[in-house]
């Protein structure tokens, strides 16, 4: 019953969760994270799928994907929505509005919004007329976007309060990190202008999350586009071309206050969350390359500090690029209650689960292999502090073999599911997991124990756990 999203496309994005019919009345989203909760399960999920990159001369697209379990069409793809040009890399998406503008009765969560990381360009889609097909409603061009702002390679977009978009952009048009800012959309998708004050950009952009209780967003650093886009290159990291800095903006006004500088624990740092408490002065960022799970926090005096909560160690291999491998945490997500969080090793290849109550001591509860370069059958195999060799088991499931490495999550409202995509970016896909890219992704769906941790239960159980959609 279960199938690959696609066979030839490659599952580039988190998946953007929709649920049918679960727009609350009085505005869109819920009140509170805990309220979400309770909210109707996921019916249909909207997933990103790139032929960019791939050799195929075929338009990116969007899958709507079926998770209703019963529904006759149930873990397929019904439908798919191409973009109307060649070589976008549709990548990360967001909504028009969400709990941001709860208690608004004219905003209405409706529109999905796909930034193109490689053209620039900005697709809005219409979910409303047809949820189970949605259809392109307008493009925002890149020669817009330039000529209005400077910026290029949109990557995050956040719906704000207000009804505009915010769209972090990680370059400019010839992709140097130091043209990088924040885009501003209004709520009928025109360019506003850049949100950040003048001559307050960050060193770096990637990700980005606000805060509004403690008037504060802070943003990450992925690198400069010149230099990701050609594939991952060591001694760009050495050249100082990848980044390693968090920016603290005062929220709204778009001042750059503080940037912290995460030094060689630091490395790449993408992913970016607070607790979901908005009176909570805490959260995490994943830093990629160091594969550290690293806690930030609002001190006594108002500025920001940082710690690493979690390290995740390198392994020594035979057979790879390098003598030692690391694990390259590429996204994480926390639970709407914030007892759990949930990252992924792209590299190693697992999904791990921590109860995060005290988020000063995460505590790891779950963990489950779907994929990565150390598998059992891999001519890369790793090696213990004995000398003895050892490789992953990575089941089939429902008779797939698993591709790649997990690289994107997103969770149901209660908690209880996490689907979980495999592909990074087109040429870093190429570079180290060649085989998606001729054979195509899949997207996962895990089901998560909240109350003892997936670790709780067999690995025969957590295979029967685990589907392929």
Not at 133 to 138: D, E, G
Not at 347 to 362: M, S, T
Request: aromatic share 10%; proline share 7%; charged share 20%.
């Amino acid at each position: 019953m279960a199938t690959a999203v696609d066979q030839h496309a490659s599952v580039s994005e988190k998946v953007s969760p929709a649920v049918k019919h679960g727009f609350c009345g009085k505005g869109p989203g819920y009140a509170t994270p805990i309220e979400a909760m309770s909210g109707p399960r996921e019916a249909l999920l909207y997933v990103t799928c790139v032929y960019s990159g791939t050799g195929r001369e075929k338009p990116d697209f969007l899958a709507t994907v079926d998770v209703d379990p019963s529904s006759p069409t149930y873990s397929k793809v019904i439908h798919r929505l191409p973009m109307p040009y060649l070589g976008d890399e549709l990548h990360h998406s967001g909504w028009n509005a969400c709990s941001s503008c709860h208690g608004d009765p004219s905003a209405e969560r409706r529109f999905l919004i796909l930034p193109s990381l490689v053209s620039g360009r900005i697709y809005v889609i219409d979910t409303l007329a047809n949820r189970r097909a949605p259809s392109l409603h307008k493009v925002v061009e890149p020669a817009d976007i330039i000529q209005k702002t400077g910026l290029a390679f949109p990557h995050t977009s956040h719906c704000l309060a207000s009804g505009d978009l915010l769209i972090s952009c990680l370059g400019d048009k010839d992709g140097n990190a130091e043209g990088n800012g924040f885009l501003l959309l209004d709520s009928e998708f025109n360019v506003k202008g850049r949100w950040e004050k003048p001559g307050h950009s960050p060193p770096f952009g990637y990700d980005f999350w606000y805060q509004p209780r403690h008037k504060t967003m802070i943003s990450t650093s992925w690198g400069a586009p010149a230099a990701f886009t050609k594939g991952f290159n060591l001694q760009h990291v050495a050249d100082g071309l990848y980044g390693r800095h968090l920016s603290v903006y005062s929220w709204p006004d778009g001042e750059l206050k503080q940037t912290l500088d995460l030094g060689n624990t630091g490395l790449l740092p993408l992913e970016i969350r607070f607790l979901h408490d908005p009176s909570k002065d805490t959260g995490f960022v994943g830093c990629a390359l160091t594969s550290n799970m690293v806690r930030f926090f609002k001190t006594e005096d108002g500025s920001w500090s940082h710690e690493v909560a979690i390290s995740v160690q390198p392994l020594k291999v035979q057979n790879w690029i390098l003598p030692e491998m690391p694990a390259l945490i590429t996204d994480f997500l926390i639970s709407l209650d914030d007892r759990y969080f949930y990252f992924v090793n792209w590299l190693h290849g697992d999904v791990r689960q921590y109860n995060i109550e005290d988020p000063k001591k995460p505590v790891l509860t779950g963990q489950v292999w779907v994929g990565g370069l150390i598998r059992k059958g891999s001519p890369i195999v790793a090696e213990r502090e004995d000398g003895k060799q050892f490789q992953f088991d990575v089941p089939e499931v429902q008779g797939n073999r698993l591709r790649g490495g997990p690289q994107m999550i997103q969770s149901s409202l209660d908690g209880k599911r996490l689907y979980v995509t495999n592909s990074l970016f087109s040429v870093w896909d190429r570079q180290f997991y060649p085989e998606m890219l001729e054979k195509g992704s899949h997207m996962l769906q895990i089901d998560v124990d909240t109350e003892k941790g997936v670790s709780m239960a067999s690995e025969e159980e957590i295979v029967r756990q685990m589907k392929a959609l």
